[in-house]
């Protein structure tokens, strides 16, 4: 499949589904902002990148600390979504932006921070997006990648893959820690640190949020339910579907 034949999947599919995204409790909370909230504390006069922004929660929780928040991402609908809901909030400095990961809008060192949560997985090409993102940050910039992350094991990782695709034909790769290390630092940026948290996901909303197909929803609780133990314990499979997944939170430097 082609870069623009993929980027149309993305926004076919969530162009349909931005309303969902701004009202979903996975999207809408999480420890993570509070991290983020704490690295742009005393920087006021920071410009801030939104990297697939989605339905924006991360725009909408560091906007109220920062000069300005640029929200990106591939989907109009969502950029919809996000410029109501800062005009809403009453966040002022919250502009959107379209267009893809890899191909970034802007000019070489416009932003202090570039923050992206829950959308890397969806990349074309993830080392391309990394060195853009190296690319328009200040030297000295910090950027933080939040994201679905494969256990690593050969049959994990199969196993996760295949689910993801199957409830979304958007989805590329969960990217393995020693994936993201490799890549970061390819792309020029030096990793500050990582750290694991475990994500719990309630299968009916998580297969509504994207409108998943009936047969592909069919399959998915086949695979759960053929899979051996070691997988249903991994990742915590319950009798409805709802399972754990481990997420990476990545801070690296310019």
């Keep these: 499949m082609t870069s623009k034949a993929h980027s149309q999947v993305v926004q076919t599919q969530f162009g349909e589904q931005a309303s969902a995204y ?3 409790a996975v999207h809408a909370q999480g420890v993570e902002f509070a991290l983020l909230q704490a690295e742009v504390a005393q920087r006021g006069d920071a410009r801030v990148l939104d990297l697939g922004c989605g339905a924006g929660h991360v725009s909408f929780h560091v906007a109220p600390l920062v000069r300005e928040v640029v929200a990106y991402d591939l989907s109009p ?3 919809d979504v996000v410029a109501s809901a800062a005009a809403e909030r009453n966040l002022g400095n919250i502009s959107t932006r379209h267009g893809a990961a ?5 000019a070489d060192g416009e932003f202090d921070f570039v923050f992206s949560r829950y959308s890397a997985h ?3 090409d993830l080392g391309l997006a990394l ?5 328009v940050l200040k030297p000295g910039g910090v ?3 939040i ?3 494969s256990p690593g094991s050969p049959l994990f990782d199969t196993y996760l893959q295949s689910v993801e695709v199957l409830r979304d034909t958007s989805h590329v790769r969960d990217y393995s820690a020693g994936e993201w290390l490799r890549q970061v630092s390819e792309a020029g940026l030096h990793t500050r640190s990582t750290a694991r948290q475990r994500l719990r996901l309630e299968y009916s909303s ?3 949020r994207m409108r998943t197909p009936q047969v592909m929803r069919a399959a998915i609780r086949e695979l759960q339910q053929a899979m051996g133990n070691e997988v249903r314990e991994y990742f915590e499979i319950e009798a409805d579907g709802s399972f754990s997944t481990d997420v990476l939170v990545l801070w690296a430097e310019r």
């Excluded at 060195?131 to 690319?135: I, M, S």
């Design 131 to 135: 060195r853009e993102v190296r690319r």
């Design 206 to 208: 998580w297969v509504e």
């Design 147 to 149: 994201d679905v992350l």
């Design 102 to 106: 890899e191909r970034l809008p802007f």
């Design 122 to 124: 969806h990349w074309s």
């Design 143 to 145: 950027a933080a990648f």
């Design 22 to 24: 701004l009202s979903s």
């Design 77 to 79: 609908q969502m950029l």
